[in-house]
């Protein structure tokens, strides 16, 4: 059997997932800080892409609470092209093509493997068919520029909801899987 991938995202209204920093804070609230403890609880292993790593890596080892504790204490794998070493707690960067890491990845023991942010790092899994579940938190708020989540392009990737909830501040957990 092997081990589930899940995506999780931050994303505006016009689907928007860069920076959330900028925008996102304003509807975090306790709903969602169980939602993505949960996400986080679920896995052993957090994948990342490089951006995202640094920006983690230069926030969560200097925090002291329950999600810190669990950020820096699991697994971490960094797909990145250019980055050598990674010197967060449990880090280790992915040698070789991402796809194929992945893959091996799956097939290991363990529990599930969770992405965090990671825009191109999403979608290279998106189309390789590597994710059972994207977890997307839309906000209800548009974006007015920014990397989307699903580019404009030829590619479809059909998929089916299998969970929806709507937080006090009109966040939108949603559970997706692929059709």
């Known amino acids: 059997m092997s081990r589930k991938l899940t995506v999780g ?11 959330p920093e900028e925008w996102s804070i304003p509807y975090y609230n306790d709903e969602m800080g169980v939602a993505y403890g949960e996400m986080m609880a679920a896995a052993d292993t957090l994948l990342l892409g490089r951006v995202t790593y640094e920006s983690f890596a230069a926030v969560w080892p ?16 960094v797909a990145s092209s250019t980055l050598k070493e990674a010197g967060w707690q449990n880090s280790t960067v992915i040698d070789g093509d ?3 890491a992945v893959k091996e990845l799956k097939e290991q023991p363990g529990e599930n493997i969770t992405v965090a942010g990671s ?15 994207v977890r997307l938190l839309v906000h209800p708020i548009v974006v007015g520029t920014g ?5 404009d392009g030829p590619a479809q990737v059909p998929l089916t909801l299998t969970r929806s909830v709507t937080f006090d501040t009109g966040v939108l957990d949603l559970t997706y899987q692929p059709a």
Do not use: H, W
């Open 147 to 151: 990397r989307r989540l699903f580019p």
């Open 62 to 77: 200097e925090q002291n609470d329950e999600m810190a504790d669990q950020l820096n204490g699991i697994s971490k794998l």
């Open 98 to 100: 991402v796809v194929t």
């Open 9 to 19: 995202q931050f994303i505006s209204l016009n689907g928007v997932v860069e920076a």
């Open 119 to 133: 825009i191109t790092l999403t979608q290279t899994l998106l189309r390789a068919g590597l994710v059972d579940e």
